[in-house]
């Protein structure tokens, strides 16, 4: 879907807490703005559970740690954890 430019103005502590989710989530501050938004809007923010696990596996999201073994691993990342 394209997306539309648009631009906000923030109170510098929202901004402050926004960069800060980003950062912690380790994705853009349009990203953090947007998903914030889907949900308080009530719209579907939730990613597939094949597209969870590959970013999981590209070292993407919640579990930086998860990286580690993922070149041993990959199979049971994409596939999660089913042969």
């Known amino acids: 879907m394209a997306k539309v430019r648009t ?3 923030l ?8 960069r800060s989710l980003a950062r ?7 990203q ?3 998903e ?3 949900s308080a809007l009530g719209l579907d923010a ?6 969870e696990r590959f970013l999981a596996a590209a070292g993407v ?12 691993r990959h199979d049971d990342v994409l596939n999660g954890g089913r042969r």
């Open 46 to 51: 939730r990613r597939s559970e094949r597209v």
């Open 24 to 30: 912690r989530r380790r994705i853009s501050l349009s």
């Open 32 to 34: 953090a703005i947007r």
């Open 11 to 18: 109170e510098p502590d929202e901004r402050d807490a926004l």
């Open 36 to 38: 914030l938004l889907r």
């Open 61 to 72: 999201g919640k579990e930086p740690d998860r990286r580690r073994d993922v070149a041993r």
């Open 7 to 9: 631009q906000i103005q």
